[in-house]
């Protein structure tokens, strides 16, 4: 298959009329980018599964760009539902309604309800709006690997296997949505993401947290989000996350990694103990750390004082950690408050939850 290259609006209604006649289109968002198909043709969204090499027991986000298509979708909107739509729609949170039988079993992995986000990117919005369809959109990757933030990225994964990619800017946020099941009598957190808890609780007071997020799953227990069980955002290198027990969340004492020289000396010996044996070392800092450490690769996510430009970098960085043959990456721990929660969630499952507590 050719995928064609969508760089200017001149172009866009060819993105349109592929999403119109069951193809896929890949597009930005302010999380990160999706590869989308109509919502409602139950053959598309098969496609996205293939081209993702996704398990089919993984439902996906309906996208939507006005409160109209929501009622097509869903059987009720809660008021715990109406307050989160009111304050955080458009934008990076995702919720969950029981689902009417229109939408597809591809799309719901058979649950009976469905998740729905009313995205705020204007080509996402432009792609939905001109279609006149809900658009189902997981993260335009091969399935397992780190989110796609940026055209090139989506490139390297889905050259020849999608109908078309729509070239737009890097995503602001960087991982993805927030998802909140607001079926019960209380909302319940099914992954951390650009919205955080803080901003949730501001809204609702309380808020619920899923077992599987705080990795407090009990045997037997399943995670609400079937997603969340699959390994996911890894790169081909070994993820390892340095905990520094010295290190609490202070920002005003700048000790967000706790006592930095013993950090230091920590590392060195691990990037001399990879060398040893033949291993090309990468450190994951930020810019306030990165002159600090010295391996084969040091590479920075962002400032510690706007965490935003670590969440919008991270993917990215453990890609580039990949372009460059590096065999084992060691990544600092970000402290888990606001986006910090969902920084942490998305590192520790790259690091598939591998630790080195100094
Ligand atoms: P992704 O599209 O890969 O970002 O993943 C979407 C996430 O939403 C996965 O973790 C899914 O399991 C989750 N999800 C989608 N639909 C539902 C639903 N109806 N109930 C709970 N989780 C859902
Ligand atoms: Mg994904």
């Not at 729905?116 to 369809?133: A, T």
Request: proline share 5%.
């Amino acid at each position: 298959m050719k995928t064609i290259i969508i760089k200017d609006l001149e172009q866009f209604d060819q993105a349109t009329r592929i999403i119109r006649e069951g193809g896929l289109v890949a597009a930005p968002t302010e999380t990160v980018y999706g590869l989308c198909a109509n919502a409602l043709n139950e053959t598309a969204v098969g496609n996205i599964f293939k081209a993702k090499g996704r398990p089919n027991d993984n439902p996906l986000i309906v996208h939507i760009a006005d409160l109209d298509m929501l009622y097509k979708l869903v059987t009720e909107v809660s008021p715990i539902a109406q307050k989160l739509i009111e304050r955080f729609w458009p934008g990076p949170l995702t919720l969950i309604f029981k689902a009417k039988s229109i939408v597809p079993r591809a799309v719901t992995a058979g649950l009976d309800t469905v998740a729905v986000r009313f995205p705020s990117h204007p080509l996402m919005q432009k792609l939905i709006k001109d279609s006149g369809l809900p658009i189902a959109a997981p993260s335009a990757n091969t399935s397992g690997k780190p989110s796609p933030t940026n055209m090139q990225r989506v490139f390297e994964d889905m050259d020849g296997k999608i109908d078309c990619i729509i070239d737009g800017d890097s995503s602001e946020i960087g991982v993805e949505s927030t998802i909140v099941d607001t079926t019960g009598d209380i909302a319940t957190v099914l992954r951390p993401g650009g919205i955080t808890y803080e901003m949730l609780e501001e809204v609702l007071g309380k808020i619920a947290i899923d077992p599987a997020i705080t990795n407090t799953l009990k045997e037997g227990q399943k995670p609400k989000a079937p997603g969340m069980k699959y390994t996911h955002y890894s790169p081909n290198a070994d993820v390892f996350i340095i905990k520094n027990s010295s290190a609490y969340f202070d920002v005003a004492h700048h000790n967000m990694f706790g006592d930095l020289d013993n950090l230091r000396e920590h590392l060195t010996t691990l990037v001399n103990e990879a060398h040893e044996h033949n291993k090309k070392v990468g450190i994951l800092a930020t810019d306030e750390t990165k002159h600090l450490f010295d391996a084969d690769l040091v590479l920075s996510a962002g400032t510690e004082s706007d965490l935003q430009t670590i969440s919008a970098h991270l993917f990215e960085v453990l890609r580039s950690f990949d372009d460059n043959g590096i065999d084992i990456v060691y990544s600092l721990a970000f402290p888990k408050k606001g986006l910090g929660v969902a920084i942490m969630n998305r590192l520790e499952k790259s690091a598939g939850y591998h630790f080195i507590t100094i």
